[in-house]
């Protein structure tokens, strides 16, 4: 059985294989947004046959997502083109996530492939927030924006955990998390900063209960998960 993922705002359940070729015609849009995409180019941006490529371009025709006509190739519709964008969003953020933030070393892109799926409306948001809005990927390739309605439906706008890197100056929280090796977080440990510890941001430095100041990089702040306090 395919993996299903309900895509916010198209009206269509559409499977990890659409969603592939939505967002790679994403990814032909953001070098070239008026012509459309050759089969031929599609296919082999995916490494598949041009008949593949053919037959799915066909489905996705039959959806409104994007507009066919033979041996001139394909272009979105409106309906595809913010699917599109918005799996490449969930992409990027990934990434963000997987690379700033957790330092995984594998092959992130892949990773990113697998998971961007999984993810509904209320975990991009989240995520989104968690990472402090980035407007680039570790690649430096723009994210695209979030859905206007996915921010004015969020159950939940205001999150209460987010990344060092993300607090204001002069807020205060609690370390729910810190996502170093086991040497480096002993490390951590010495400085004065482990979970359960509160701490208020000042600038590029965490002052902590006892007033003792740590000046941290941005690697450092995108390591460190920081439980906002309630009162703020």
């Known amino acids: 059985m395919k993996l299903l993922a309900l895509t916010m705002g198209s009206g269509h359940f559409v499977n990890e294989a659409e969603e592939m070729y939505l967002q790679k015609l994403y990814e032909f849009w953001e070098i070239d947004n008026e012509n459309s995409v050759r089969t031929k180019d599609l296919a082999n941006s995916l490494s598949v046959k041009d008949a593949s490529a053919t037959g799915m371009i066909q489905k996705l025709s039959e959806k409104g997502l994007v507009?066919?006509?033979?041996?001139?190739?394909?272009?979105?519709?409106?309906?595809?083109?913010?699917?599109?964008?918005?799996?490449?969003?969930?992409?990027?953020?990934?990434?963000?996530?997987?690379?700033?933030?957790?330092?995984?070393?594998?092959?992130?892109?892949?990773?990113?492939?697998?998971?961007?799926?999984?993810?509904?409306?209320?975990?991009?948001?989240?995520?989104?927030?968690?990472?402090?809005?980035?407007?680039?990927?570790?690649?430096?390739?723009?994210?695209?924006?979030?859905?206007?309605?996915?921010?004015?439906?969020?159950?939940?706008p205001k999150r209460d955990v987010v990344i060092l890197n993300s607090m204001k100056n002069g807020q205060s929280g609690e370390i729910c998390a810190i996502m170093f090796d086991e040497e480096k977080s002993q490390e951590i440990s010495k400085l004065g900063l482990k979970t359960g510890f509160k701490v208020t941001k000042k600038e590029n430095k965490v002052l902590l209960e006892d007033n003792k100041t740590i000046e941290f990089d941005s690697y450092f702040g995108n390591k460190i998960l920081i439980r906002i306090s309630s009162e703020l």
């Open 67 to 156: 507009s066919y006509e033979k041996y001139k190739g394909v272009k979105f519709t409106d309906k595809g083109f913010k699917i599109g964008r918005q799996i490449k969003r969930r992409h990027r953020l990934l990434e963000c996530l997987l690379i700033d933030v957790m330092g995984f070393k594998g092959d992130a892109h892949e990773a990113a492939c697998r998971m961007e799926h999984a993810i509904n409306d209320e975990l991009e948001f989240s995520l989104s927030e968690l990472l402090g809005h980035p407007e680039t990927d570790p690649s430096g390739s723009p994210i695209p924006p979030a859905e206007d309605d996915l921010v004015r439906n969020n159950v939940n």
